[in-house]
C-alpha cells in the first residue's frame, strides 16, 4: 500500500492561526480521578488517572502563566467557567510521551481549544513526570496506556458538567512519541506477540534493551532484566501485551513522531478503518520515520504522513523556559533554524486542518 505524502495545509495561514489559536480565552482544569478496575504499580491503591482539561472559556476569563517545570506555556484561565455553546463540542484525548506529562503538550491543546475542542490530557501512571517517581515498570508495560484514554473517556462522558458538552460522534485521539503507540492502540493497532517476545528477551537474557532517556539515566539494561525476570505482576501484563486495546468510540487520530512502529501487526493496521494523519521528522533520531510513521502509514488505509525536514524528536514538547533550557537541555535544543515555535504554530494549523475533515460538525 502507498504511503501518502503530504505538505502541510494552506487553508488557513500560520499568521491568521497565530491570532485564532491564541486570542480566545481557554480554561484549564486538572482532574485527580482514578480507575477502579486497575491497581497502581505500588499494588496500594487504585491507578491514578489524572486528567488535564482544556476547554473555550468565557469571554472574561482570567488569564495567566502556569508553572510547568522546564516549560514555558501559554496563558490559560485556571478553573474558568466554560463558555456558553449551541452545540456539544468535539473531544479529543491526548497522551504524552515517555516520561513526560499532558502539560508538555500544551501548545497543541490549547490551541485545539481556542478553536472550540475540548482536549483531555492523561498523566500516564508510573510514565510521567507529573508523579513524584518513575516506575520502571510502566516504561516496559506501554499497554496499560490506550486503557488509561478509555477509562478516561468513561469518566468524561459521566461526568456531570462535561458530559452533557461532549459530540459522542466527534471523538478523537492524538499521541506524541510513545503517545503515539497509544493513540493507535486506541484505534485498533495490536503488538506483534513474536517481535514483542524478541524484545523482552533480548532485555531479560541478554541485557541488550535500548531504553529511552528518560529512564536510561536511571535504570540499567541489567536491572530491566531482573524485574522482567523476577516481577510476576509484570510478566503477567506482558502476557496480555497483544491484546486488542482499541474504542470505537475514537473516530480519528493524530499521531506526532510516533515509536514502536516496528513492534506493532501489520494486520492490525491495516484493519484500522478511521482518518489518520501522522506528522514526524526525518532529523528524528529516536522516531526514524522509515520504521515508525512511514510504515504505519503505508499499512493502514487512508492514512497520511507529512515528514518534516530539520525538526528533533523533542520538537514536539512545549517551548523552554530559561530554567529548562539550563537544567534539561536535551528536550530544550532546537536546531538553530528550526525554533519549536515556529514550527508549532505550522503543526496548529495542520492539526485543525485534520479534525475539521475528520470530524465534521452534523
Do not use: K
Not at 506524541?176 to 517481535?195: M, N
Not at 536535551?330 to 533554524?337: F, L, M
Amino acid at each position: 500500500m502507498p504511503v501518502h505524502l503530504v505538505e502541510p495545509p494552506a487553508i488557513v495561514t500560520v499568521s491568521t492561526c497565530a491570532s485564532l489559536c491564541h486570542d480566545a480565552p481557554v480554561g484549564l482544569l486538572q482532574r485527580p480521578w482514578v480507575d477502579p478496575s486497575r491497581q497502581a504499580w505500588s499494588g496500594a491503591a487504585p491507578r491514578p488517572l489524572r486528567v488535564t482539561l482544556w476547554y473555550p472559556a468565557v469571554a472574561d476569563a482570567r488569564m495567566e502563566v502556569l508553572p510547568a517545570g522546564p516549560f514555558a506555556l501559554e496563558p490559560v484561565a485556571p478553573g474558568a467557567a466554560p463558555a456558553a455553546s449551541p452545540a456539544r463540542l468535539p473531544l479529543l484525548l491526548l497522551s504524552h510521551g515517555t516520561g513526560g506529562s499532558a502539560l508538555a503538550m500544551s501548545w497543541l491543546a490549547r490551541a485545539l481549544a481556542a478553536r472550540g475542542f475540548l482536549v483531555a490530557g492523561v498523566d500516564h501512571h508510573g510514565n510521567t513526570g507529573a508523579e513524584a517517581e518513575y516506575r520502571l515498570e510502566a516504561f516496559l508495560a506501554w499497554w496499560d496506556r490506550p486503557r488509561d484514554l478509555s477509562a478516561a473517556l468513561d469518566r468524561l462522558l459521566a461526568d456531570p458538567q462535561w458530559g452533557p458538552r461532549v459530540d459522542t460522534q466527534r471523538v478523537g485521539v492524538i499521541g506524541f512519541s510513545l503517545g503515539g503507540y497509544t493513540a493507535l492502540a486506541a484505534l485498533g493497532a495490536r503488538l506483534d506477540a513474536a517481535a514483542l517476545a524478541h524484545f523482552h528477551s533480548r532485555c531479560a537474557d541478554e541485557g541488550q534493551c535500548l531504553l529511552p532517556p528518560e529512564i536510561a539515566a536511571r535504570h540499567s539494561a541489567a536491572e530491566v532484566g531482573a524485574l522482567l525476570r523476577s516481577d510476576g505482576r509484570l510478566r503477567a501484563s506482558i502476557e496480555e501485551a497483544g491484546r486488542d486495546w482499541s474504542d470505537a468510540r475514537f473516530r480519528a487520530g493524530l499521531v506526532l513522531a510516533p515509536v514502536m512502529g516496528a513492534l506493532m501487526s501489520a494486520e492490525s493496521l491495516t484493519a484500522i478503518r478511521v482518518p489518520l494523519h501522522l506528522i514526524a521528522s526525518e532529523a528524528d533520531d529516536q522516531a526514524p520515520p522509515s520504521v515508525t510513521a512511514q510504515r504505519v502509514a503505508a499499512a493502514v488505509p487512508g492514512a497520511t504522513v507529512h515528514v518534516l525536514q530539520g525538526a528533533g524528536h523533542y520538537s514536539f514538547l512545549s517551548p523552554c523556559n530559561e530554567f529548562g533550557r539550563q537544567r534539561a537541555a536535551p528536550i530544550c535544543s532546537d536546531p538553530p533554524d528550526q525554533p519549536r515555535e515556529r514550527l508549532h504554530r505550522q503543526l496548529q494549523v495542520e492539526a485543525l486542518d485534520f479534525f475539521a475533515r475528520a470530524l465534521p460538525q452534523r
